[in-house]
């Protein structure tokens, strides 16, 4: 039997929903304001993953311009029914958080193969968050959704809510009913599925908040719309495995939850798959934070193998409910290859953007993003503390120790255009080692900017004069620090920018978000937005 080592997927890769089609594995993540929104993953051994799709990446109804952090698409569900042989991918566009209102959109959307096309998306309900869609034996299909309650006095953040679903009517259809207000007394309950196993429809739920109480519990009933049982044993995977009571508190990140002898931290949000061989996983979301609590990966996905009781409840395989930093695999499955650290070398040579490329709010565009080539060019636009139109595109950082390069060919012509080499967490918070321009002494200059909470730091007061207007642009990022380098000549040794540089402020607690640190290229032109930037590749490392 193989041992699969978690997370499963490093970096930024939270909220996961597994499922099961024949011999392939597929997860659905979320991805916030970074667009095309919703990642999809394929697997044959649960233990090696490949990005293959994004589903709203055709989908101009989804605009994410303007969202705040942590705003966007949230908690995609995916699900196959397999009377129809259709795929449903099931999401919360969350477009304000603003006194506590959640002003978010649900929708379903279909399709015969995972690779799409999908349908138009379908609205679904504006209740609350984290919906995800059952399909029964009967064919009838069935929301579950965290119905988030605003009103004092009663239970917060709310109930789970059942509602039908027709697909031919496009909408769901009868009254919603309350089925539970949680399985445990850790409260913060969201993102149920639901689950039909041996005569009983399981709920599992994720709660304690999505920080260091979090947990995935599972609840029971022998009728779908309840009532329902709470397994005497919740929650059935945890960082944090004792009893606590926080009902009707608010707080999603608890870091007094923190348990330093968890190997895992932050384990909840599970969502369970049933293999080929008759075994059973939950596929839940985690952390791994630096000390201090700063969690710069972000949240990111790993995988627990479970077994059923006799009197049908789920365990783990080792008999503990404490998330584990290892798995066993699928009996007689061998891993297709060793897993390893994840590495994009992109020298933008094919005719579309690799799926790994991410970009902030907006959309990629011809208008600002073309593939030549021998490369890629960038025009710039908006600053980075736009949450509008922004020329930045990037990918998740996956390890602590990582090593990221880049080609560039950029001259200015003003002081407000640059281009380079971005750490970027939000709009508010990121790094930017850039070419600029120095009107004094009418040349090209390079430094590193600096944005913390929204204030805007030149880190070196010095500029580095860059006589050909072209260089090799590093970062390489130590745990909680970031070195910046570069040099003019392919031949020529590293230089460092200035001192190495904290980067510990670039994670979900210090920003109060919920996506991870991101690397990419990026540039802006606040003069008449007709510079441009030629990058030759891009290339990250990752050593663990």
């Given at each position: 039997?193989?041992?699969?080592?978690?997370?499963?997927l490093?970096?930024f890769?939270?909220?996961?929903s597994?499922?099961?089609?024949?011999e392939d594995?597929?997860?659905?993540?979320?991805?916030?304001?970074?667009?095309?929104g919703?990642?999809?993953?394929?697997s044959?051994?649960?233990?090696?993953?490949e990005l293959i799709?994004?589903?709203?990446?055709?989908?101009?109804?989804?605009?994410?311009?303007g969202?705040?952090?942590?705003?966007g698409?949230?908690a995609?569900?995916?699900?196959y029914d397999?009377?129809?042989?259709?795929?449903?991918?099931?999401?919360?566009?969350?477009?304000?958080q603003?006194?506590?209102?959640f002003?978010?959109?649900n929708?379903?959307m279909s399709?015969?193969?995972?690779?799409?096309?999908?349908s138009?998306?379908?609205?679904l309900?504006?209740i609350?968050?984290?919906p995800?869609?059952?399909?029964?034996d009967?064919?009838?299909?069935w929301v579950?959704?965290?119905?988030w309650?605003?009103?004092?006095?009663?239970?917060?953040?709310?109930?789970?809510?059942l509602?039908?679903?027709?697909?031919?009517?496009?909408?769901l259809?009868?009254d919603?009913?309350?089925?539970?207000?949680?399985?445990t007394?850790?409260?913060?309950q969201?993102?149920p599925?639901?689950?039909?196993h041996?005569?009983y429809?399981y709920l599992?739920?994720?709660?304690?908040?999505?920080?260091y109480?979090?947990a995935?519990?599972l609840?029971r009933?022998?009728n779908?719309?309840?009532p329902?049982e709470?397994?005497?044993q919740n929650p059935?995977?945890t960082?944090?495995p004792?009893?606590?009571?926080?009902?009707?508190?608010?707080?999603?990140?608890r870091?007094?939850?923190y348990?330093p002898?968890?190997?895992l931290?932050k384990?909840g949000?599970?969502?369970?798959?049933?293999?080929?061989?008759?075994?059973?996983?939950v596929?839940?979301?985690?952390?791994?934070?630096?000390?201090?609590l700063?969690?710069?990966?972000?949240?990111?996905?790993?995988?627990?193998?479970?077994?059923?009781?006799?009197?049908?409840w789920?365990?783990?395989?080792?008999?503990s409910?404490l998330?584990k930093?290892?798995?066993p695999?699928?009996?007689?499955?061998e891993?297709?290859?060793?897993q390893?650290?994840?590495?994009?070398?992109d020298?933008?040579g094919?005719?579309?953007?690799?799926l790994h490329?991410l970009?902030?709010y907006g959309?990629p565009?011809?208008d600002?993003l073309t593939l030549q080539?021998?490369g890629?060019?960038?025009?710039g636009?908006?600053?980075?503390f736009s949450?509008m139109?922004?020329s930045l595109?990037?990918?998740?950082?996956t390890?602590?120790?990582?090593?990221v390069?880049t080609k560039?060919?950029?001259?200015?012509?003003?002081?407000s255009?640059?281009?380079?080499?971005v750490l970027?967490?939000?709009?508010h918070?990121w790094l930017?080692?850039?070419?600029s321009?120095?009107?004094?002494?009418?040349?090209t200059?390079?430094?590193?900017?600096q944005a913390?909470d929204g204030?805007r730091?030149?880190?070196?007061?010095i500029?580095?004069p860059?006589?050909?207007?072209?260089a090799?642009?590093?970062?390489t990022?130590?745990?909680?620090?970031?070195?910046?380098?570069?040099r003019?000549?392919?031949?020529?040794?590293?230089?460092?920018?200035?001192?190495?540089?904290?980067?510990s402020f670039?994670?979900?607690?210090d920003v109060?978000?919920?996506?991870?640190l991101m690397?990419g290229i990026g540039a802006?032109?606040?003069?008449?937005?007709?510079s441009?930037a030629?990058?030759g590749?891009f290339?990250?490392?990752?050593q663990?």
């Open positions: 039997m193989t041992e699969i080592q978690n997370p499963i490093p970096g890769t939270p909220d996961p597994i499922l099961r089609v024949g594995y597929y997860i659905a993540t979320s991805t916030f304001h970074w667009n095309p919703i990642q999809v993953y394929h044959k051994d649960l233990a090696n993953w799709a994004h589903p709203l990446a055709d989908v101009p109804e989804v605009d994410l311009r969202t705040m952090t942590p705003g698409i949230w995609p569900d995916l699900s397999k009377q129809t042989k259709l795929f449903w991918m099931t999401y919360s566009k969350m477009n304000n603003d006194g506590r209102m002003d978010a959109d929708y379903t399709a015969e193969s995972i690779m799409g096309p999908w138009k998306p379908v609205y309900n504006s609350g968050f984290d995800s869609l059952f399909h029964d009967d064919g009838r299909k579950v959704t965290l119905e309650e605003t009103r004092l006095g009663y239970q917060h953040p709310g109930a789970i809510v509602e039908e679903f027709d697909p031919k009517q496009g909408k259809i009868g919603p009913v309350r089925i539970t207000r949680g399985g007394d850790r409260g913060a969201e993102a599925h639901l689950y039909k041996d005569g429809y599992m739920t994720a709660e304690g908040g999505t920080g109480g979090h995935v519990v609840q009933s022998k779908i719309a309840g329902y709470s397994d005497p059935i995977i960082s944090t004792y009893y606590y009571y926080r009902r009707n508190d608010p707080d999603a990140g870091p007094d939850l348990n002898d968890a190997p931290q384990a949000h599970g969502s369970l798959v049933s293999t080929q061989t008759g075994e059973w996983y596929a839940h979301l985690s952390a791994r934070p630096l000390p201090g700063h969690s710069i990966l972000g949240r990111e996905t790993s995988l627990q193998k479970m077994v059923w009781t006799d009197d049908g789920l365990r783990m395989a080792d008999g409910n998330a930093a290892s798995t695999g699928m009996t007689g499955v891993l297709e290859h060793a390893r650290p994840f590495t994009l070398i020298d933008f094919k005719s579309t953007l690799d490329w970009t902030p959309r565009s011809k600002w080539d021998q890629l060019r960038m025009r636009r908006q600053s980075f949450r139109d922004v595109m990037a990918t998740a950082v390890g602590f120790h990582e090593t390069t560039l060919k950029f001259k200015p012509i003003h002081f255009q640059s281009a380079g080499l970027y967490y939000d709009n918070n930017f080692e850039r070419l321009y120095d009107e004094r002494n009418d040349q200059v390079l430094d590193v900017v913390k204030e730091t030149e880190l070196e007061p500029k580095i860059v006589a050909s207007s072209a090799e642009l590093r970062v990022t130590d745990d909680a620090q970031a070195q910046f380098s570069w003019e000549d392919v031949n020529a040794k590293w230089v460092p920018v200035g001192k190495p540089v904290d980067i670039l994670s979900d607690e109060d978000g919920f996506t991870g690397v802006w032109d606040a003069y008449r937005r007709e441009y030629d990058f590749w290339m990250t490392e990752t663990g």
